[in-house]
């Protein structure tokens, strides 16, 4: 399965039988969506507490400012303290919240390599180890690190991200604009040929099928009307250089064929001589 995210070329492979259990299969294509969105917070909360050190307390941020506790948090900002792990660990947070964001990358699908749900779920593990490590005392409850590395997300459904999250229960599959009922198998859907590839799309039940995308791309449409105009530029250039020519052509001389036609077309006065 091809699972699309969105119209940019986000998506990534999944690889199942045609045995499986369409809800099964909607499951699993869920916990991975849900998972390539958590790689994405944590991997950027790592970096950041790499760099700087635990967040402070949303209560102390923004100094008692006219906006009152909190205001700066809420309006999206983010202070950290400055106390940042020592370089060793620094680089080991930094590594494993790279492999995180790599193998949750969409450049997989491009390489045809499939996403499992193991797979996410040990370079998660492999993140909480070394934050373990770097701050063996834990992280403050509001950490964004901690937040996004708990398991249930449910830390992240109040934040921007939060609406892009999926529940198993309450998504549905589409293939080629038709749902993939619940209580089936795949096969009942695609045959039991185990090498079939289709492009998908996970919806939110009540959302319908998928907007039918472009068959051409705004970029793509783009690049097509500059090189329809340089080719037209292209032509009129052809086109004015061919009359110039044309011009200055013997056989575009409308005396010439008169000339040739009395036999006078190679007479030349005496004295003159063809050059060139």
């Known amino acids: 399965f091809y699972v699309k995210e969105s119209s940019d070329g986000d998506a990534f492979l999944y690889e199942t039988t045609t045995d499986t259990l369409n809800d099964d299969l909607i499951a699993s294509l869920v916990v991975i969506h849900n998972g390539r969105i958590q ?80 797979g996410i779920a040990e370079l998660l593990d492999n993140v ?30 109040d934040t921007p991200i939060g609406a892009a999250l999926l529940d198993k229960a309450s998504t549905s599959l589409w293939v080629a604009g038709k749902e993939f009922e619940r209580g089936q198998l795949i096969s009942d859907r695609l045959g039991k040929n185990e090498k079939t590839r289709v492009v998908a799309k996970l919806q939110k039940d009540g959302d319908g099928p998928p907007t039918r995308e472009p068959i051409v791309r705004d970029d793509e449409r783009q690049a097509m009307l500059e090189y329809h105009h340089k080719r037209q530029e292209d032509l009129k250039r052809l086109a004015e250089n061919d009359e110039d020519e044309y011009m200055n052509s013997a056989w575009a001389d ?12 190679s007479v030349r006065a005496p004295g003159l001589h063809r050059f060139g």
């Open 128 to 157: 909480r180890g070394a934050v373990e490590v770097a701050y063996p005392n834990g992280l403050p409850d509001w950490d964004l690190a901690k937040v996004s590395l708990e398991d249930s997300m449910l830390g992240l459904k």
């Open 254 to 265: 409308p005396k010439n064929m008169k000339r040739d036609l009395q036999g006078l077309g």
């Open 39 to 118: 790689a994405r917070v944590v991997a950027d909360a790592i970096r950041g507490l790499a760099a700087d050190g635990p967040m402070e307390k949303p209560s102390l941020v923004g100094g008692g400012g006219d906006g009152g506790e909190g205001s700066a948090a809420a309006a999206g900002e983010i202070r950290r303290s400055g106390n940042g792990p020592d370089p060793d660990q620094a680089e080991a947070l930094l590594k494993a919240a790279t492999e995180l964001e790599d193998y949750t990358d969409k450049a997989q699908a491009q390489k045809r390599i499939a996403l499992t749900e193991q």
